[in-house]
């Protein structure tokens, strides 16, 4: 498996490329405001894109799908509540390949309403804007929501394996990856709850 990270922008925005080394088939994560940068970079693995994994809609992390799809003639995959161009609606639970590599699509509202992660072979986990490297993403936000990001944090990410490496979309933390273990022992947010605990915890300033 090939897996590259990349800053981009000026939002500390982390993309990411994807690859599998058996068939030279690759992806993009979220590949934001330097998309030639990313085609260059699979072009020098000797990877072909054939998809762009979209976290969520948000400006920052779909800006540059267009360029990638006019430059490789790539597809879009997105959840199936995007407001943006996809090709293969995404659904909780659906697999997608990355030429041998199976994806997991994991439906993570809380940050956006349309929000999935990425789990790549039960051994690493792209979550895009839900958890950050000592952080989670903002519920103040057209399309957040506190309650549907409770949920994503103790129910739907729970049964992750603590030795998954977490990759987020951006660069917040004190590192640039983590481990879900990691988050669950020094992650703040992540702390025992209830609902209306959470709510208020995150609504305070």
């Not at 490329?17 to 992806?27: F, Y």
């Not at 948000?58 to 161009?85: L, R």
């Not at 399309?143 to 394996?161: C, H, N, Q, V, W």
Request: hydrophobic content about 35%; charged content about 25%.
């Amino acid at each position: 498996m090939i897996v590259k990270q990349m800053p981009v922008g000026p939002m500390a925005n982390f993309g990411y490329l994807l690859g599998c080394e058996e068939t030279r088939i690759g992806a993009l994560i979220d590949p934001s405001f330097e998309p030639e940068k990313f085609v260059e970079m699979a072009k020098e693995v000797g990877l072909k894109i054939e998809w762009i994994l979209s976290t969520h809609g948000h400006f920052d992390h779909v800006n540059g799908n267009e360029t990638v799809v006019e430059m490789t003639g790539a597809k879009v995959a997105g959840h199936s509540s995007a407001t943006f161009h996809v090709d293969r609606k995404l659904e909780h639970g659906d697999e997608i390949k990355i030429g041998n590599i199976p994806v997991e699509v994991l439906y993570t509202p809380g940050h956006s309403s349309d929000e999935v992660c990425f789990l790549v072979d039960k051994q690493l986990l792209f979550t895009g804007d839900v958890l950050f490297v000592g952080e989670c993403g903002r519920t103040d936000l057209p399309g957040s929501d506190p309650r549907e990001m409770y949920k994503t944090l103790f129910e739907i990410l729970a049964p992750i394996a603590d030795d998954v490496d977490i990759f987020p979309g951006h660069d917040y933390g004190s590192s640039s990856m983590s481990t879900m273990g990691f988050e669950r022992q020094n992650n703040y947010v992540l702390e025992s709850r209830t609902e209306e605990e959470f709510v208020a915890f995150m609504k305070k300033p």
